[in-house]
């Protein structure tokens, strides 16, 4: 399946640690990519190559994968990471997936 | 490096969706580039639209490839889209996004992520 399953919505307090996962066949042998997009603002990238953090995103963003599941985990979540999120694989030939999305609310 | 999508903003239904991604701070003619573009619809996720390289290879998402075309403008540092026989599920607002590349251990060079992205433009189909 080419698809990526993310749950809809996660719920955090502020200060805790949140996750979003992605699962789907693709995730296990190709590299994930998260993207996070708070609302009127463009996607931006937090992670890349399963677990690199891009110049300039906090570190309280890591990725890690196990199997066919893909987490992004917030640490000392903040009301600023308040947004939908998003995994992304590359692949041939549909050549970009998305997941559905995940709209974190921190409160 | 900077991005910005423009586009009518109002298109109405069964005509042309025509949309230009104008890149700013380094020039399309000076070297590799690699483009897409995506679009989020109301109340929907992120959705893959296509892509365009410096070699002039372009991918359709499947399901709007009969409608679309991309094209690149190296004179003018600008990107195209467009898409015919619009409808309501074309609504949107439109982004475009430069891919980033990584090289493998074998020397292979594979998409990595997108990048940079526009700050997107709102198209909406009428009746």
């Known amino acids: 399946s080419d698809e990526l399953t993310q749950p809809p919505s996660v719920s955090v307090s502020p200060g805790q640690t949140a996750s979003v996962t992605c699962s789907g066949d693709?995730?296990?042998?190709?590299?994930v990519c998260w993207y996070q997009q708070s609302p009127g603002q463009a996607p931006l990238l937090v992670i890349h190559?399963?677990?690199q953090r891009p110049s300039g995103i906090p570190e309280r963003f890591s990725g890690s994968k196990s199997g066919n599941t893909a987490t992004l985990t917030i640490s000392g979540t903040q009301t600023v990471d308040e947004a939908d999120y998003f995994c992304?694989?590359?692949?041939?030939?549909?050549?970009?997936?998305f997941g559905g999305g995940t709209k974190l609310t921190v409160l | 490096v900077q991005v910005q999508e423009s586009g009518p903003g109002l298109v109405k239904s069964s005509h042309t969706l025509a949309l230009t991604c104008t890149v700013s701070?380094?020039?399309?003619?000076?070297?590799?580039?690699?483009w897409h573009w995506l679009r989020r619809p109301p109340g929907r996720g992120l959705e893959w639209v296509a892509y365009?390289?410096?070699?002039?290879?372009?991918f359709y998402n499947s399901t709007l490839e009969s409608r679309l075309l991309v094209s690149a403008d190296t004179s003018k540092d600008q990107l195209s889209l467009t898409l015919r026989s619009a409808t309501a599920a074309d609504t949107a607002v439109y982004y475009c996004?430069?891919?980033?590349?990584?090289?493998?251990?074998?020397?292979?060079?594979?998409?990595?992520?997108?990048?940079?992205w526009g700050p997107g433009t709102v198209v909406t189909v009428s009746p």
């Open positions: 190559q399963d677990s």
């Open positions: 992304q694989v590359w692949n041939s030939p549909t050549y970009v997936i």
């Open positions: 701070g380094a020039s399309l003619s000076s070297g590799d580039f690699y």
């Open positions: 693709k995730v296990g042998d190709r590299f």
């Open positions: 996004a430069r891919e980033s590349q990584r090289t493998t251990s074998e020397g292979l060079q594979l998409p990595d992520a997108f990048d940079l």
């Open positions: 365009i390289d410096s070699d002039g290879t372009t």
